[in-house]
């Protein structure tokens, strides 16, 4: 690994000031993304930049929600109170994460943007568009994990980050701090798909940004579902995963004025990790969902629904049939209908 | 002490152009450098060394090595056994041919046999490749004294690592001494200094310092050995009553760059007439080495699978059926009686026809398989020393892979002496100490043990005579139990070990001993069996239950026998489901060599394990290595196969193929 | 074991410098087994000189290709 300064700020202004160098500065939460890629040469930073010391508090909001600093542990978002009860799928995804040790060292910044896991960008050998160069080797070679959704390229990876994914469907905003001040951009908005201009990141930060807040509105009158598929039990990568936010006619859900509506969704959100480049949220599916009553084959609509976008590439057109389960039985658990 | 890092071809296929090692020797820290190969050489796989560089530290070592410019011109390789097979295409080797003619046999008639057969089953099976994956990592500590080596390696033979460093560096074997205190897992892959031990050696020669090298996780799955990939177009009958009538078998697989890769088959089961013909294929990969029970749980898979889908032509039950075709019972077959046995304890009964009906997604079922080992040991001896102050040492030139052998020496010396095991010291692991063999092919157990037995009883009759003149008796008059020497049927009439020691004076009991037949034997059986859940929405399976039933001869001592039928179950459990050593088809590069996408079960993917030893003290020490890994994987297999009604013929068990499977069963099968 | 025993090594046919498992564990040949199936082999062999499955001459070390005619043959 290439020798580098360590910046170590005690606030946020500091930190972005930290991240102006001639060099390439990079910043570091738990670290578990940023020293292996170090360690195995795909980055070689000379400025080290700490954002541990930041905010790593969850906070409540005037208007119902939470704000949730960028260096708060995710083994601390999987058991803080008021995430367990307002956004049940944050805690379901949080929980899920890698292994404990993975949890109580990472980081929701590092989480959120922790690079692509695909296997061509994590050797050396293979010279990708994420790393400068001219192919995605993935196309012709071992896909087996790659995206079965938003495949039109250059890059075929999927996001890595679980916390991504009900962030977005619960339509969090993350707080961004740069040279110029701050913004506030919808997690939606903050995940790009590739383009050959801007292949090298996976979202909108610049050089100099740093992500300080995730901020999740009031949950509203919603019924929550979380579903991964995985392989090994832990230790391992989602092969797909979804959480649903759906919004229900009636009182919290429960049965309307006429005891008919009350069971019936508004509107809902789909959002389907490890299959895209981003978050990939369902569009067919959130409209399948609206207007109908949440049952059993309500969740079996939706998970039609989900796929019916999807373009696998030559090795993995398998994860589409786990997709589909995932979003059905995200969906029924909203319904707290018992899941396997 | 410095550090040392090799540099490797990052191409499956190439010649070296240049190595210019000059912008590493000027790098911070470093203290030397090697060129292994030279300019023209060929390079046969990713890994393959071609230079080394020593430095201060561990982080130096590694950066400087990246400063070693080594050129080359990439060659066409071969990254898979289909493109290996092709008569026109790319070549492995400038010089030699893609295959070669494995074994042939032939027994009976094997059209009679195809005649008799009411039922014929013709598919394809395989299994992948897999790697050791030795959680201590290959590698070495090397210290010069003048043209004196010790090495520190991390090795399954002391004795074979000080052959190997003796004549690969051209010193004389007695100015070598290995040392390998405890390791952490060999499983076949660790008999010889190999590259790297013979490069630290080097680096610290030109050093003048102690060198230590150990390779990365990377460097262990290119480049210390895995198991050879499988293949086989099995043709098989059997008759209307269930008997097995004919196999006709054509066998392929590939040990790497120009290594073999046989395997037994059919396994076991007694097919009267049969033809089994076998090539190897070669292709750009990192060679193979003996893994756990080498061949084995290739061939076991491949008759296994074949087998139920057999059981199935003539509606017999899996275990009936094996009964009917296995070996007869014998003290070294005992398959038979585990089918039986095992079927009882692990409520075979409860299980449905092949496809579970019950409705859901999740589906469960059981699956049987057998499989047998040799585990012969000989020709290890020791050394026993009992001093006036009763202390004990028992010296072997053994190790210690992660087994227990360094337990089971004291326990035999320990009972043999009737005293503690905390009374005897073990000395193993160091070639200072008396011949032993390398700890492989499960005969450690069956060498060792014995040696120590003859060596501690030569001791003790030495004892014997000392202390006899005292207690007015003759020696052969004399037992030792329980931390006394006394008078057999008098046990009174006696003295405590520590002062019966006391007469031995000022030159201690000191006496050799070796391996004696009679005490260990050959030839152990086993037979498992399992219980998965299968997810057919997600072709993800779950293991809920593994029973080994599994005999060693004697059992020296239970909780290490069984650490190794627990050990083998869990990594037949990985071959199973989740190892895989995968290639580029494009690059010929590995595209997983770590331990995130290199899939190793977890605590929490390892279901309940009994382990069911057979005690069989009239045969004396077998060995229990390997056996225990070798049908865990078929009895999987078959279990997801009864679960799901969908036949999968290659491992691992991916969801992707669960899927498969489950939909071209549904599609009207494969049949 | 087969694998520990097949590869017989003949003194003055091959290299006294061809190494396997077999000759490294002290094994007893399974006299039986020839009993449960056909004999084959899986062994791994390396060159004691340059410690790995490439001999001094780049070219491969199996017992097939490691006799007389080989420059590096040594009996
Ligand atoms: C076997 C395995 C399984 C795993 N399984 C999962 C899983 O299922 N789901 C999942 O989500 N993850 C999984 N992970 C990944 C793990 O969760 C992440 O590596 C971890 O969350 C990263 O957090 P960190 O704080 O250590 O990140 P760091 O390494 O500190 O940072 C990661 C990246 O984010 C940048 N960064 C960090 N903080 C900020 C900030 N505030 N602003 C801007 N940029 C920032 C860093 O520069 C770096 O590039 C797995 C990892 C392994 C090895
Ligand atoms: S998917 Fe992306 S990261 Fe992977 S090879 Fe293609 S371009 Fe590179």
């Known amino acids: 690994m290439k020798a580098f300064a360590y910046v170590n700020p005690t606030s946020e202004k500091e930190a972005v000031a930290a991240l102006k160098t001639d060099g390439i500065a990079m910043v570091i939460g738990g670290g578990q ?16 930049v700490n954002v541990k010391g930041l905010d790593a508090t969850v906070t409540a909001t005037s208007d119902g929600g939470v704000k949730i600093g960028s260096a708060v542990k995710i083994v601390d978002l999987a058991e803080h109170a008021a995430v367990m009860s307002l956004y049940p799928s944050v805690a379901a995804a949080a929980i899920e994460v890698g292994t404990p040790q993975i949890r109580n060292q990472g980081t929701v910044g590092g989480n959120i943007n ?3 896991r695909c296997w061509y960008f994590r050797n050396e050998e293979f010279v990708c568009y994420k790393k400068g160069g001219s192919r995605c080797f993935a196309v012709n070679g071992e896909n087996q994990y790659h995206a079965i959704f938003g495949n039109d390229g250059p890059s075929h990876i999927v996001h890595p980050s679980s916390l991504a994914v009900p962030f977005v469907a619960y339509g969090a905003k993350f707080r961004v701090l740069g040279p110029n001040g701050e913004r506030e951009i919808a997690a939606a908005d903050y995940f790009t798909m590739p383009t050959l201009a801007n292949v090298l990141k996976e979202n909108v930060l610049d050089d100099e940004d740093i992500l300080t807040h995730v901020i999740l509105p009031a949950p509203g009158n919603v019924k929550h579902g979380h579903y991964e598929v995985r392989y090994k039990q832990s230790h391992d ?21 006429n005891g008919t509506s009350g069971s019936t969704i508004r509107s809902a959100r789909v959002v389907l990790g490890a299959v895209a480049p981003v978050p990939w949220r369902s569009r067919p599916a959130e409209d399948a969902l609206a207007g109908k009553a949440l049952n059993e084959a309500t969740a079996a609509l939706a998970g039609e629904a989900a796929i019916s976008e999807a373009k696998p590439m030559s090795g993995n057109a398998y994860k589409i049939q786990i997709a589909k389960t995932a979003v059905k039985r995200a969906v029924m658990r909203a319904a707290g209908i018992k899941t396997v | 002490m410095i550090y040392g890092k090799i540099v490797r071809s990052p191409y499956p296929h190439a010649k070296v152009v240049s190595i210019d090692l000059s912008a590493a020797e000027k790098a911070p820290g470093v203290k030397a450098t090697l060129a292994y190969m030279k300019a023209g050489d060929e390079v046969h ?3 393959d060394p071609v230079a080394a560089v020593a430095a201060d530290t561990e982080e130096r070592a590694r950066d400087a090595a990246r400063l070693i410019r080594v050129r080359y011109e990439a060659l066409p390789q071969v990254s898979s056994e289909a493109q290996g097979m092709q008569l026109i295409g790319p070549r492995w080797s400038t010089t030699q041919p893609n295959t070669r003619a494995g074994q042939r046999a032939e027994t009976g008639d094997l059209d009679a046999g195809f005649k008799q057969a009411a039922h014929i089953v013709e598919q394809t099976y395989s299994t992948h490749i897999i790697t050791h994956v030795c959680l201590e990592t290959h590698g070495a500590v090397c210290e010069w004294d003048g043209d004196k080596l010790t090495a520190w390696v991390s090795t399954q033979g002391v004795h074979q690592c000080a052959q190997g460093y003796a004549q690969a560096l051209g010193i004389p074997q007695t100015n070598v ?5 405890y390791m952490g897992g060999g499983f076949g892959s660790k008999f010889a200094p190999d590259s790297q031990g013979i490069i630290c050696a080097k680096l610290a020669k030109a050093a003048g310092v102690p060198v230590k090298l150990m390779l990365d996780r990377k460097e262990e799955h290119l480049d210390t050995g895995n198991r050879p990939s499988a293949f086989a177009k099995i043709k098989a009958g059997v008759s209307s009553d269930g008997k097995l009538t004919a196999f006709d078998g054509t066998s392929w697989g590939t040990g790497g760059a120009g290594a073999s890769s046989g395997f037994p088959l059919p396994y076991l089961y007694q097919f009267p007439n049969r033809k089994r013909v076998h090539t190897d294929v070669y292709i750009n990969a990192g060679q193979q080495r003996a893994m756990r029970a080498p061949g084995h749980p290739q061939g076991c898979f491949l008759t296994e699978i074949l087998m139920d889908e057999l059981a199935d032509r003539v509606k017999m039950d899996p275990v009936e059926f094996r009964i009917k075709n296995a070996p007869p019972l014998a003290p070294n077959a005992q398959w038979v009686k585990y089918f039986a046995e095992g079927a009882k304890r692990f409520g075979w009964d409860k299980r449905h026809a092949t496809g579970d009906p019950t409705p859901g997604p ?10 047998l080992w040799g585990g012969a040991g000989r020709g290890s001896t020791a050394h026993v020393d009992i001093m006036s102050d009763g202390s004990v040492v028992v010296k072997c030139g053994t190790q210690d892979l992660g087994t227990g052998t360094r337990t089971l020496v004291a326990i035999v010396a320990a009972e043999t002496f009737g005293l503690p095991v905390s009374g005897v010291k073990p000395e193993i692991g160091d070639t200072l100490y008396p011949f032993s063999g390398g700890s492989g092919g499960s005969t450690t157990a069956a060498s060792v043990t014995p040696a120590i037995r003859v060596t501690s009883l030569n001791a003790l009759d030495a004892l014997f005579a000392k202390v006899a003149p005292t207690l007015g008796v003759t020696p052969d008059q004399l037992a030792a139990e329980g931390g006394r020497i006394f008078v057999k049927g008098n046990s009174s009439k006696g003295l405590s070990w520590k002062d019966a020691c006391k007469l031995i004076g000022t030159e201690p009991i000191s006496v050799d001993g070796k391996w004696e037949d009679g005490l260990s034997s050959s030839g152990t059986s086993g037979v498992q069996f399992a219980e998965v859940e299968v997810d057919i929405e997600t072709g993800i399976v779950r293991i809920k239950r593994i029973l080994a039933m599994q005999d060693c001869g004697l059992i020296v001592d239970k909780l290490t026998a069984e650490s190794q039928a627990y050990g083998g179950v869990v990594a037949a459990i990985n071959f199973a489901l989740f190892e895989d050593r995968i290639l580029d088809r494009v690059t010929g590069q590995m595209v997983n060599p770590n331990m995130e996408w290199y899939l190793l079960a977890g605590m929490s993917d390892i279901p309940k394990i009994d382990i069911v030893l057979n005690n069989m003290p009239e045969r004396g020490v077998i060995g229990i290595g390997e056996p225990p890994t070798v049908s865990t994987a078929s009895a999987i297999a078959n279990a997801v196969r009864n679960a799901t009604g969908a036949t999968i013929r290659s491992l691992p068990l991916h969801p992707h193929k669960v899927l498969a499977a489950i939909e071209q069963e549904r599609a009207g099968g494969t049949n | 074991m087969e694998h520990l025993t097949s590869p017989k090594l003949t003194p003055g046919v091959h290299c006294l410098s061809l190494r396997h498992k077999g000759m490294y564990v002290t094994s007893m040949p399974y006299p039986e087994e020839s009993q449960f199936y056909d004999s084959y082999d899986a062994t791994a062999y390396w060159c004691v000189e340059t410690q790995r499955g490439f001999g001094p001459d780049g070219a491969s070390v199996r017992p097939d290709c490691c006799t007389g005619e080989r420059d590096c043959c040594k009996h």
Do not use: C, E
Request: charged share 15%; no cysteine; aromatic share 6%.
């Open chain 2, 177 to 181: 001494r290995v040392i390998t205190q």
């Open chain 1, 33 to 48: 993304d940023l020293l292996s890629r170090m360690k195995d040469y795909i980055d070689s930073p000379d400025r080290v």
């Open chain 2, 45 to 47: 796989y990713q890994g």
């Open chain 2, 362 to 371: 999740i589906k469960t079922g059981m699956g049987v398989s057998a499989h």
């Open chain 1, 237 to 257: 990568w989602p092969l797909a995963f979804t959480t649903v936010v759906l919004v229900m006619n009636g009182v919290n859900g429960t049965s309307g004025a």
């Open chain 1, 114 to 116: 922790q690079r692509p």
